[in-house]
T-cell receptor
Framework: KAGVTQTPRYLIKTRGQQVTLSCSPISGHRSVSWYQQTPGQGLQFLFE???????NKGNFPGRFSGRQFSNSRSEMNVSTLELGDSALYLCASSLDTRGGGEQFFGPGTRLTVL | DQQVKQNSPSLSVQEGRISILNCDYTNSMFDYFLWYKKYPAEGPTFLISISSIKDKNEDGRFTVFLNKSAKHLSLHIVPSQPGDSAVYFC???????????FGTGTRLTIIP
């Protein structure tokens, strides 16, 4: 079974631009979560989607948004990029066991904002 | 407010010995705990988990212990191998919640 895939793997943008990151979950997984990893803050939860609906949201500004498609693929968008948005963005999928089952992570997208 | 804490940023252990990684949490609503291992330029890989109804879970060389009264869990790796060198993250979640709250990680280095 193929793992979680994320595209692109690396991205360089400038302040004020916007960016869209893509995630394809493991086949059969319906829950997709996004995390931001930075050296100072560690891994922080952005949001979770299930059946095309945002089910959970972390403490990030409205510039961060996402969506999920009917095939469970997900995208996240960051508008008006700031230098502090430079981070590794990780996507994770799970079967949605509703019991805190394990999440499987993709390799991440490394975003650099100049 | 750091709800999941890993107070040791790094740990060095001799190959073949036991590695013990610690994690503390503050949120009483957490009832499921996971350990992930992360290599550079890769996403975290699930290692082992434990539900709050248990105090121990074992999988091969990895054992996780949970002390609910102390809000503390630990990961034991025996014996430690060079391939275990990585950053280890402790994570916690509540029942019915897919959101994982992560600790800041502990970098484990196994010395040959």
């Amino acid at each position: 079974k193929a793992g979680v895939t994320q595209t692109p793997r690396y991205l360089i943008k400038t302040r004020g631009q916007q960016v869209t990151l893509s995630c394809s979950p493991i086949s059969g997984h319906r829950s997709v979560s996004w995390y931001q990893q930075t050296p100072g803050q560690g891994l922080q939860f952005l949001f979770e989607y299930f059946s095309e609906t945002q089910r959970n949201k972390g403490n990030f500004p409205g510039r961060f948004s996402g969506r999920q498609f009917s095939n469970s693929r997900s995208e996240m968008n960051v508008s008006t990029l700031e230098l502090g948005d430079s981070a590794l963005y990780l996507c994770a999928s799970s079967l949605d066991t509703r019991g805190g089952g394990e999440q499987f992570f993709g390799p991440g997208t490394r975003l650099t904002v100049l | 407010d750091q709800q999941v804490k890993q107070n040791s940023p790094s740990l060095s252990v001799q190959e073949g010995r036991i590695s013990i990684l610690n994690c503390d949490y503050t949120n009483s609503m957490f009832d499921y705990f996971l350990w992930y291992k992360k290599y550079p330029a890769e996403g975290p890989t699930f290692l082992i988990s434990i539900s709050s109804i248990k105090d121990k879970n074992e999988d091969g060389r990895f054992t996780v212990f949970l002390n609910k009264s102390a809000k503390h869990l630990s990961l034991h790796i025996v014996p430690s191998q060079p391939g275990d060198s990585a950053v280890y993250f402790c994570a916690a979640t509540g029942f019915g919640n897919e959101k994982l709250t992560f600790g800041t990680g502990t970098r484990l280095t196994i010395i040959p």
